[in-house]
Structure formats: structure tokens, C-alpha cells
């Protein structure tokens, strides 16, 4: 049986990327969709009607989360085709103001599960699968107020890339989807509102089904970053060439 695994699969950009891979890729004959809110995955089944979807109700922040997804797969043994890590949470606010168990929650499930859920997938994956990790324009440089989830997302960058290198040999590709502010459940569940952050409000919005659908399609032709509009693509880099300290100063929101 061939699958994909979808996290973060109950609203916004997983939803899209569910949307997508039910659509246009015919080999995948299953979506594993995981999120904490069990209704939300269940919609999925009459959303998407056309394909098969199993959801998988989990707190990605949990370790024990990690060993029932792993003894799934060891029961079923399907082959993963496509692997999405879009699980993961941002807060906007000055660190020392902020609720330190928000902060290492965001490690955990920015970080520590998108690494987890990588490794126990990967022994279900051959050559031609792919896994598209959903990072940030946030990994570019550092961002004030922003600074637990931009650092997380370095992480996932720098993870992305190195994968990406070591998994050439074995023909899986590694994608680092880079996108900038989307219209989701993300912003508001950040705390960032309209009038919160004049940055923010001012930066053009990236369309997630566009985001998605892109990401998967670049993955799968073996490209390794995508940067969705030329505004962020330009940003990414300034990033690059610019002291970060001045980056910071551009970018405070």
C-alpha cells in the first residue's frame, strides 16, 4: 500500500496539502492525516471522498506519540510516498515576556516531533518518495519578537538541506517549503492579529492551496528550497548578503 503522511492535516495549509495530493497524485492510495483535533481529521473523509483517508488523532508534543505512529507503520508497512511535516505553531511577543512552557512546546513540536516523525518514516520510504518540510521566511535570519520560532525554523532549514544531502544516494528528495504570512488558523493563533504587528500587516499574504501545490510539485522533480512570491525571494536574499543585525532592524515587527 502506498501513502502519504500528512501532520498539522486538520485546517489551513494541511488541509490544502491533503487536498492536493488526493487530487493529483494517483499512485498514493492513502493519506495518513494527523492532528490533536480528531473532528477536523474525520471532515477530511467527506471532504476528499476520492481517496482513502485515515486519520490520526495525536499530540505531537508527546513522546508516546512518536512510538504509536512508529507501531503503525511497523503493523501496516505501507510505502511512504509523500511525507509533509506541517505540524507546528508560532507566538509573537518579547521573549521575557513570554510563558516559558509556550516556548518549549513550540521546540517540541517545531523541532523534536518534525525530527521523530522523520525518522520513523523513513525506513517506509524508497527511492522516488519525497518529504516537503514546512519551514518559514522566519528561517532566513533572526526575528525580533519572534525569536523561539524563528530559531525553530533555522532548524528546520539547516535539517532540511542536510537530509536533502544524505538522502541523495538513496533517490528521496527533501524539500524546504519557505513561505511568508498565509491567511490561516496560524496568524490569529500567534497572537498576531490586525494592528499587532505593523510588519505583518503590511507584508502581501501568500496563497496556501498555491503554496501546496507548488511545494509538492517541486519536491517531487528533486528541488530543495521553494520560496512562494518574488517579495520573499528577494528577502530571502537581503538575508543573505545583509549583517542580520541590520536584517533584524528591517524586519522588527
Not at 89 to 112: A, C, H, I, K, S
Not at 134 to 160: D, E, G, H, Q
Not at 203 to 224: F, I
Amino acid at each position: 500500500m502506498k501513502i502519504a503522511v500528512v501532520t498539522g492535516a486538520s485546517s489551513g495549509l494541511g488541509e490544502e496539502f491533503v487536498r492536493v495530493i488526493s487530487e493529483k497524485y494517483d499512485e498514493v492510495e492513502e493519506i495518513w492525516v494527523i492532528a490533536r483535533r480528531t473532528d477536523r481529521l474525520e471532515a477530511l473523509k467527506t471532504r476528499f471522498p476520492n481517496k482513502k483517508i485515515f486519520p490520526i488523532s495525536l499530540d505531537l508534543t508527546k513522546h508516546e506519540s512518536y512510538e504509536t505512529l512508529s507501531e503503525m507503520l511497523e503493523s501496516e508497512k505501507p510505502e511512504i510516498k509523500i511525507l509533509v511535516n506541517n505540524a507546528g505553531f508560532g507566538t509573537l511577543g518579547d521573549f521575557d515576556t513570554m510563558d516559558m512552557n509556550t516556548q518549549t512546546r513550540m521546540v517540541d513540536l517545531n523541532n523534536r516531533a518534525l525530527t521523530a516523525v522523520t525518522s520513523v518514516s523513513l525506513p517506509y520510504m524508497n527511492r522516488g518518495s519525497f518529504i516537503v518540510n514546512v519551514c518559514s521566511i522566519a528561517s532566513f535570519a533572526p526575528n525580533p519578537r519572534m525569536t523561539v520560532y524563528c530559531s525553530t525554523k533555522a532548524y528546520v532549514l539547516s535539517f532540511s538541506k542536510s537530509l536533502r544531502f544524505e538522502l541523495k544516494k538513496k533517490g528521496i528528495n527533501v524539500l524546504a517549503l519557505c513561505p511568508g504570512p498565509m491567511d490561516t488558523e496560524f496568524l490569529p493563533a500567534a497572537g498576531i492579529e490586525k494592528g499587532s504587528s505593523h510588519t505583518f500587516d503590511t507584508l502581501p499574504r501568500v496563497n496556501p492551496a498555491m503554496a501546496a501545490e507548488k511545494s509538492l510539485h517541486y519536491a517531487s522533480k528533486g528541488r530543495g528550497i521553494y520560496t512562494p512570491r518574488v517579495f520573499f525571494k528577494f528577502y530571502r536574499l537581503l538575508a543573505k548578503v545583509l549583517q542580520h543585525g541590520l536584517v533584524m532592524h528591517l524586519s522588527k515587527s
